[in-house]
């Protein structure tokens, strides 16, 4: 707490100075003045918590000072000192708000109780003050936060008091941007260069663990639309504006209206995880842009991509992933469904693929991250496109493990890509575009160079790998049948008869008679 000491003697002014510890009791002497037009001076500068003030002084009295200071606001406390005591004068000085009323010679005890007495109700009121401002702080966030919601009673509400008498309406989010690594907290109204005295600018709401700005005029807008322009171009690594994600809703010019503004940056930051790989910032903009086009996962999606993408893999075709991992984050990034859901489709496209390369290429030495590791990773990832370049890493993995590739003869990968996948539903038609050729023109080639078409080359691998089967001894024909890729095992008996003379079981029968004989 601070002390102004004032009088027109010198000798009185260097007295009152050490007459008693101001320290002790919680003061310091700020200033000195010795006359009243000097004292008021100071008062209204330095503005101390409390003025020992002589009754006479030359130029403005010092209840005149007392009258002058309070009617400019001045909230302080005083000590008025006197060479006389008369009553009615000291009825008068308190009435102008003067606390104690001394007369000289200073006693001090008497000026020092007088001290005590103002240094503990200073103290309280602070305290009070303090605690009415957090109070008034906290109920203007509830009205707030009742307003971007829409849950308040718009006549009731006190508009100068809330400073909510502006033309126009924003509401903006802002985040880190980067979400692993926290920077240190930044001003707002240094980001958009503006004082905000009184809120009159802009309010910083808390809610939902998020920092909500109402964004109030259209000063305070223009230049927020003045920031956006900095993101025009992606911003500088480890900049000021590289540390920040904002998101915006539309303009409104009614208070009743603001909880639509607040509405589109909830819908925003649910959809960040669609954001592109330094994006700063999203707009209303795309809310609109983005209407009816939005749905849901279908049922086979995982499935379906699955054994695309198997199947580029095993051709060799990295274009062609590539192209697929595209459309995939395309199509996701237009759908409803909420991010759990849409990281859960990842991780079952990743595992459905992964074991189908394991299915088809046992004997091939590939290391595969542990389920329980990718969905852990997958699940802690903060955007889709990172998601996409993970998938994107492992299938480039697997492409180089198990494509064969002899840089010379398509037919060698078509071949190579049969004898891995006969046990499936193969058709020239189907296959001929993971190569690069139309079904006709691969034909051709497959007829030309092997001497048979393609479906005869099918069978014939298949009904090698179902001999194979037979000389075990281990499983019945039907499951041999379905293992090669018949699903039909009359359709299998027919098969293995043309190509081998006899049926499966006489095969199994004449293999295992020749190796008793042997």
């Known amino acids: 707490m601070n002390v102004l000491i004032a009088d027109d003697e010198r000798i009185v002014l260097n007295g009152l100075k050490y007459i008693i510890d101001w320290n002790h009791l919680g003061f310091s002497i700020c200033d000195t003045a010795m006359n009243g037009e000097e004292a008021l001076d100071k008062i209204l500068t330095l503005n101390p918590d409390l003025v020992l003030l002589d009754i006479r002084m030359p130029k403005i009295s010092g209840i005149d000072v007392v009258k002058q200071a309070s009617s400019r606001g001045f909230t302080g406390k005083f000590i008025l000192l006197s060479g006389v005591s008369d009553f009615k004068l000291a009825q008068t000085a308190m009435r102008h708000g003067v606390d104690f009323y001394l007369t000289k010679p200073i006693d001090e005890e008497e000026l020092t109780h007088a001290v005590h007495s103002l240094a503990t109700l200073i103290s309280n009121e602070a305290k009070k003050q303090s605690s009415y401002s957090q109070y008034r702080a906290k109920a203007k966030q509830e009205i707030l936060k009742d307003i971007l919601q829409d849950n308040c009673d718009y006549q009731s509400l006190d508009l100068e ?27 707002f109204a240094d980001l958009i260069r503006v004082t905000n005295q009184d809120n009159n600018s802009f309010d910083i709401i808390e809610l939902n663990q998020q920092k909500i700005v109402l964004l109030k005029g259209d000063y305070a807008i223009s230049k927020f639309t003045n920031v956006l322009k900095h993101y025009q171009i992606t911003p500088q690594k480890g900049s000021f504006f590289d540390s920040i994600f904002l998101a915006y809703g539309q303009k409104v010019a009614r208070i009743r209206d603001i909880h639509l503004s607040y509405q589109d940056v909830i819908s925003l930051t649910n959809r960040r995880f669609f954001c592109q790989e330094d994006q700063h910032i999203i707009g209303y903009e795309e809310l609109i842009a983005k209407e009816n086009q939005l749905k849901d996962i279908t049922q086979n999606m995982a499935q379906d ?13 990295q274009t062609l ?36 390369i394991m299915q088809n290429y046992r004997n091939v030495d590939i290391a595969f991250m542990a389920n329980a590791s990718v969905i852990d990773l997958l699940d802690r990832k903060y955007y889709l496109y990172e998601i996409i370049a993970f998938l994107a890493e492992q299938f480039e993995l697997w492409t180089h493990c198990v494509g064969y590739s002899s ?31 139309n079904s006709s023109y691969l034909g051709k080639i497959f007829h030309k160079k092997l001497g048979v078409n393609f479906n005869s080359y099918v069978d014939q691998v298949r009904i090698h790998e179902a001999k194979k089967l037979l000389e075990q001894d281990e499983c019945k024909v039907y499951m041999i ?18 190509y081998v003379g006899i049926s499966p079981l006489e095969y199994r029968k004449t293999f295992h008679a020749s190796c008793e004989e042997e």
């Open 161 to 187: 008091d809330l400073h909510l008498n502006a033309n126009v309406y924003q509401v903006v989010a802002y985040e880190n941007y980067n979400q692993e690594y926290f920077h240190p907290t930044w001003n």
């Open 305 to 317: 991509y699955a054994k695309r993408f198997a199947n580029y893999i095993q051709s060799n075709n």
């Open 321 to 356: 992933t590539m192209a697929l991992l595209k459309e995939l984050m395309l199509e996701l990034t237009h759908t409803k469904s909420k991010i759990p859901a849409i990281k859960h489709l990842l991780i079952d496209i990743y595992i459905l693929v992964k074991q189908k």
């Open 407 to 437: 840089g010379e003869n398509v037919l060698n990968e078509v071949l190579y890509y049969i004898q891995n996948n006969y046990q499936e539903t193969i058709k020239l038609e189907a296959i001929a575009p993971l190569f690069g050729y």
């Open 481 to 498: 049948a379905e293992k090669v890729g018949y699903k039909n095992v009359d359709y299998f008996h027919r098969k293995f008869k043309k």
